[in-house]
């Protein structure tokens, strides 16, 4: 997993590359790719490093706010770098999302000429950044395939019954993905993720089944540990 990911068994063509960083990758025990706490410098380094090495050109990251607001590299100027997804058609165009529990979400075409990155934390699920991706992807006429990085697992996630609630006056359906546990409820994120998904018609959905909390000695984890740190998730089309 640190390295370019040759197949998660979906049928995007091999020109779509992607790939996750981890804590120790290159033998670094720190490998970072956030700015808080003023890591500046040494993210910058660590970036560098990877344009040089492994990536084609240097990362678009955005700053991420858990809201809903999608780029499209294809169309768009970047006038401001705030936003939680990006779309491009551009080949050699390194789309980025940063988390540490959150799901980095890839999306696709099947004939590989169009990517998307969503970040998504229960505030974009609440959102639905999904929804408002594929207000983009359709205009494309493409058929697209989705891939769940790695991220927290619903035996992990614990909410409490006014998140609960919140999900469900917004659809029904959210109510089977809430278990309740003595005060609390066990959210999963990924299924209410992966139902979004299906409302716009994606229907072959992948997983890396990676839990971050429980692989927290690969994985930055902010519920094991309010880590500030970040790995990313990259993706371009070559």
């Keep these: 997993m640190n390295k370019i990911i040759e197949d998660i068994g979906w049928n995007v063509s091999a020109s779509v590359k992607i790939m996750v960083t981890k804590k120790n990758f290159l033998s670094d025990n720190n490998f970072n790719l956030s700015c808080k706490n003023n890591n500046y410098n040494k993210v910058k380094k660590n970036i560098n490093l990877l344009s040089k090495n492994y990536l084609p050109s240097k990362p678009i990251i955005l700053k991420q706010v858990h809201g809903k607001k999608i780029i499209d590299l294809t169309k768009d100027r970047i006038i401001s770098n705030i936003g939680d997804g990006l779309i491009t058609k551009n080949r050699n165009q390194v789309l980025s999302i940063l988390t540490a529990d959150c799901i980095p979400l890839v999306i696709s075409s099947i004939c590989g000429n169009l990517i998307c990155i969503l970040h998504v934390g229960r505030k974009g699920a609440e959102f639905n950044i999904v929804k408002s991706a594929f207000k983009t992807l359709t205009k494309y006429n493409y ?95 070559e």
């Excluded at 089977?176 to 994606?202: A, C, P």
């Excluded at 500030?228 to 371009?236: G, H, K």
């Design 143 to 237: 058929k697209y395939e989705a891939w769940f990085g790695p991220s927290i697992s619903k035996e992990h996630y614990l909410v409490d019954k006014e998140i609960k609630n919140d999900f469900v006056s917004i659809d029904s359906k959210y109510e089977e993905f809430f278990i309740k546990i003595k005060t609390s409820y066990k959210m999963d994120l990924i299924g209410i993720v992966s139902h979004q998904l299906r409302q716009n018609y994606i229907n072959n959905i992948f997983y890396s089944d990676l839990c971050t909390y429980e692989n927290y000695r690969s994985f930055f984890s902010y519920r094991k540990s309010l880590d500030a740190r970040r790995f990313a998730t990259f993706v371009w089309r």
